[in-house]
């Protein structure tokens, strides 16, 4: 059997591939030269056209969206085809909100100054709903910025975004009357509390610029479109100066998660009326969906102590994004009462806090404070106990024949009714809620604080001295949770009567301005499941 040579392919062919190869290349270099030179034209082109056209920025899904809290409507700016220097533009409503062109000779430049109607913390009657982030590369949006002055002199943008995301971001600064001066690098940082879902709450952290002044308005904006117009721009909210807290602060506010699908009176007047009676002089919420009900009460009956902010998520709540968006919510609450609110509290409308040994949260604090070094104490956890709704009622009396709507109404309130509450308290940090210095707060939870300033902690709060009273069906699902050991707990008897008498005067005041019935009201009474 003979042995095959494998023929040796002649010089001249290996040679010729060599060239064959060269050729190749020089032409791939010769695409992709041509396809960058053609994306440069396109991008000149597309920068010079806004330079003389409206800026995209303000039209279509990119409008800026402003809050009219007297009639709890969004308002869309309706752009016009050329904005001239500080023109005023036709909005719906005639709601004061200027856009303006800027004169600043830097290309693209065009940005938005805002004029609210009242800048008071009382009623603000302007804030912008989420915003997007054009040109990032997954769903990105803004909705408030605040200068914080500790830690480090910043200005800290709540957002939200990927969760695992490698978005760099640049922050544009913009002066009192909307013009452009100043671009610094912007550092994304994912609240913790994010459950691992697909988007998160974000704080975009932004450097005071080189010039040292505190800028008035911010864009965030990817760093890989600088000269991108800016397809949002927030107002950046100041604390107080040091020397006029004192006397414009307020002792203690409440805030409350973004609400869904809301419209419960006798239930929203015995919460509000709660803890007006422990103190709070503010509340804040976060309109999803309330209803209108609700809607009519806040707006005739209690206008002067809420703020209602808009909150159209852009996220599908729970496949998403956790909850809502509550994180995000929460710690703009927390920044959001920074030098205007000596106490604030996290809770839900189905939760209250109780104290045993006082009658308000004053009181409350002072005892707390003695329990340690209150210079170093920045919150104050409660822990949580359950009243299932699905337990029988055992309500509470008081002799109130000198008010008979008072009467009719103390046998439905839920505090009087639900006074069976499971033995066995949650241990702080799980189902805890939290009173807290929102100037000591740098990230906030919905159960605890995740990071306070240095030198900072939280105080544990003793079950005998306050609890945190949650109403609510079994956690679970079915009535289980009704098996569970559970004891008579009558705390809020000090505070029935004047409880029963303020929500009696308060339905009487939503009857007359909203124009409802007050006994289809208190004939629709509390069903459990």
């Known amino acids: 059997m003979g042995i095959r040579v494998k023929k040796k392919k002649p010089a001249f062919y290996s040679s010729r591939r060599k060239r064959d190869k060269a050729r190749l290349s020089f032409f ?73 062109k800027s004169t600043n000779s830097l290309p693209n430049k065009s940005s938005a100054r805002i004029q609210p109607l009242r800048k008071k913390f009382e009623n603000p009657s302007v804030q912008s709903d989420w915003q997007s982030v054009s040109g990032s590369s997954d769903k990105f949006y803004v909705y408030s910025a605040y200068y914080v002055k500790k830690p480090g002199h910043k200005v800290r943008v709540i957002g939200a975004a990927r969760t695992k995301t490698g978005q760099h971001v640049q922050c544009r600064y913009y002066d009192q009357v909307g013009n452009h001066y100043s671009t610094v690098d912007g550092t994304i940082r994912t609240i913790r509390e994010n459950w691992n879902l697909r988007y998160s709450a974000i704080f975009v952290i932004c450097e005071i610029p080189p010039e040292n002044i505190v800028p008035k308005y911010v864009s965030v904006m990817p760093t890989s479109s600088p000269l991108a117009s800016a397809s949002n721009i927030l107002r950046i909210q100041q604390h107080l100066d040091d020397d006029l807290r004192t006397e414009s602060t307020i002792d203690f506010s409440t805030c409350v998660k973004p609400t869904f699908d809301y419209d419960n009176v006798l239930e929203f007047l015995e919460w509000i009326e709660f803890h007006k009676l422990m103190g709070v002089k503010h509340f804040t919420f976060y309109n999803h969906t309330i209803g209108k009900k609700v809607g009519c009460l806040l707006r005739q009956v209690y206008q002067d102590q809420v703020t209602v902010l808009p909150w159209t998520l852009p996220f599908v709540s729970q496949k998403e994004i956790r909850t809502e968006g509550l994180f995000a919510a929460l710690n703009d609450c927390v920044y959001r009462h920074r030098g205007i609110s000596k106490y604030l509290i996290l809770v839900d409308l189905d939760e209250m806090i109780v104290p045993r040994r006082g009658y308000n949260y004053s009181q409350l604090i002072e005892q707390l404070d003695t329990l340690s070094n209150k210079k170093k104490i920045g919150a104050y956890s409660l822990q949580n106990a359950f009243f299932y709704l699905q337990w029988p009622d055992v309500r509470l009396t008081y002799n109130l024949s000198y008010y008979p709507l008072a009467e009719a109404v103390s046998q439905q309130l839920l505090m009087l009714r639900k006074t069976r509450r499971r033995s066995r308290l949650h241990p702080h940090k799980q189902r805890s809620k939290y009173i807290c210095d929102p100037e000591k707060v740098v990230e906030a939870g919905n159960h605890f604080i995740w990071e306070m300033m240095p030198g900072y902690n939280t ?71």
């Open 459 to 529: 105080l544990s709060t003793p079950s005998h001295l306050a609890t945190l009273h949650h109403y609510r069906v079994c956690e679970f699902g079915g009535n289980q949770c009704v098996k569970t050991p559970s004891v008579m707990d009558k705390s809020i008897l000090p505070f029935g009567e004047s409880l029963t008498v303020s929500v009696a005067q308060n339905l009487e005041n939503f009857s007359e301005k909203c124009h409802s019935s007050v006994s289809t009201i208190l004939d629709k009474m509390y069903t459990t499941p």
């Open 28 to 100: 791939f270099l010769l695409f992709f030269i041509g396809l960058f030179g053609v994306f440069l034209i396109v991008e000149t082109f597309s920068e010079t056209r806004n330079l003389v056209e409206n800026d995209e920025n303000f039209s279509k899904e990119s409008n800026i969206v402003i809050y009219d809290y007297k009639t709890e409507e969004n308002v869309r700016i309706e752009p016009k085809k050329v904005l001239q220097p500080f023109q005023m533009v036709k909005i719906e409503k005639n709601f004061p909100f200027q856009v303006v």
